[in-house]
């Protein structure tokens, strides 16, 4: 059993037998990490070097359970990801399964799908929003969506910005 699922579109890195991500992402991982015995990351995960912004998790009770990397904004991009859909549910809905509780991060691809299914699995649920909550001219239609499901009552769980 999971104590705590993050869903997160962050690139994670596998590198040299350590799991790295974008810095403050981290940091904040690893201060979740103190409140619970177990943390497991539903995320894409690149085995390659990591990028110049990313560090390193400090605690040893963080693993990953990688996910596709989808998305981009070209016609392939925006198939394929169509495409990958009933494998990224099916991944999300398993590990989703095996949590005490459910922490999703948005705006992203797995944020949209981890609103969606959350709520579907546990009663302990908390979300952040870690872009503008309020609109704005061009934003994408499924920033849009994602607000609009954090602030229903389909979310019964806090959210941070």
Request: glycine share 8%.
């Amino acid at each position: 059993m999971t104590d705590l699922l993050v869903v997160s579109h962050v690139s994670h890195y596998l590198w040299q037998g350590d799991l790295f991500a974008y810095g403050p992402y981290v940091h904040e991982i690893d201060i979740w990490a103190d409140l619970f015995s177990e943390i497991v990351i539903s995320a894409p995960c690149r085995r390659e070097s990591p990028t110049r912004d990313a560090a390193a998790f400090t605690r040893q009770n963080i693993r990953i359970v990688p996910q596709s990397e989808t998305g981009g904004i070209t016609r392939i991009a925006k198939l394929r990801q169509i495409v990958m859909l009933p494998a990224l549910i099916f991944t999300l809905c398993r590990a989703m399964a095996q949590a005490d509780a459910i922490h999703v991060r948005c705006p992203g691809n797995l944020g949209l799908l981890g609103a969606i299914l959350a709520p579907l699995f546990s009663k302990k649920i908390i979300a952040k929003y870690a872009g503008q909550w309020t609109g704005y001219p061009g934003e994408p239609w499924t920033f849009r969506l994602q607000r609009g499901l954090l602030r229903s009552r389909w979310w019964r769980g806090p959210v941070t910005v």
